[in-house]
């Protein structure tokens, strides 16, 4: 189920402490904006798009959520609309901004379904899987 990939692992290490992801750079190369507090987002669960060990899914990518993204992730097997509290997980709605996992954000391009993009809390890491042009098409206003 998706939404235990969202949970935060619980091993913190020094390389992965706030500090530590603070330093990351945006897709623009600039420092890395947090993304969201309410609902707070970040595979860190800290509002940062900054991904660690354990991040299988690569949650780097901060995202706007549309009625239509979102029924095209639960199509896809990832219900991000259901609250789930034992996973700390709120439920999404229409412009909520959440750290969305690279490859399913890239999915969605692919499938003309993609939401917005933040780009300044985009973290950089998300150019391994779309390309700058492409997040830039999809920029947050």
Known sequence: MAAAADTPDDAHRPEDSAAAR??????LGGPLQDCSHDPLTGWHRDGCCATGRGDAGVHVVCAVMTEEFLAFSKARGNDLSTPMPLHQFPGLKAGDRWCLCAPRWKEAFDA???PQVVLEATHMAALEYASLEELQEHAAA
């Not at 603070?22 to 897709?27: A, P």
């Open 22 to 27: 603070r330093r990351g750079k945006n897709v």
């Open 112 to 114: 003309g379904q993609a």
